[in-house]
């Protein structure tokens, strides 16, 4: 069985045989999110998914039957990488610096990032939680310099108070 791979560059390999998809694995120019096309096969899966080779992974492929027709190429989307973007956008539209939202909002957001990089199955919303930590860590920062130019002013009209 023949097998085309994209690899990270964007150029498709291949044809190609199973004994070299997994000297590519063991070299590491392969991974289990690297897009494969079977010979004779209809659509692009994932290496990963492949029962030939997930045990080079440490994972077991989900069963094939399991899939249906035309869905093997759907990915899920990590649903703590939604919640990160909607804390990190609440927390800029929200006013009072929204600290339990842009803390969420960074919570949420790393652990999705680990989430979509260990799952055996590949999951889409890299950009969701990146786009979740940034509005997030941004909104924090821009509350801690707004409190401490609110400390600062307070002090200097305490002082020019007193004097």
Not at 10 to 21: E, L
Not at 107 to 134: H, T
């Amino acid at each position: 069985m023949n097998y085309k791979i994209i690899g990270n560059d964007g150029k498709t390999y291949g044809p190609t045989n199973a004994d070299q998809i997994r000297l590519w694995i063991a070299q590491g120019r392969v991974d289990n999110r690297t897009a494969v096309l079977v010979e004779n096969a209809g659509d692009w899966t994932f290496v990963g998914l492949l029962p030939e080779f997930a045990a080079a992974f440490g994972v077991t492929p989900p069963p094939i039957g399991a899939l249906k027709p035309g869905m093997a190429s759907v990915l899920k989307t990590n649903e703590l990488a939604t919640w990160s973007l909607i804390c990190g956008v609440l927390a800029w539209t929200c006013c009072c610096c929204c600290l339990p939202l842009n803390l969420l909002g960074l919570v949420f957001g790393i652990i999705a990032l680990v989430q979509i990089s260990s799952s055996p199955i590949p999951q889409e919303g890299r950009s969701l939680a990146i786009a979740g930590l940034v509005l997030s860590a941004t909104n924090l920062l821009w509350c801690l310099g707004w409190s401490v130019f609110d400390v600062a002013n307070n002090q200097a009209r305490l002082i020019q108070n007193f004097h």
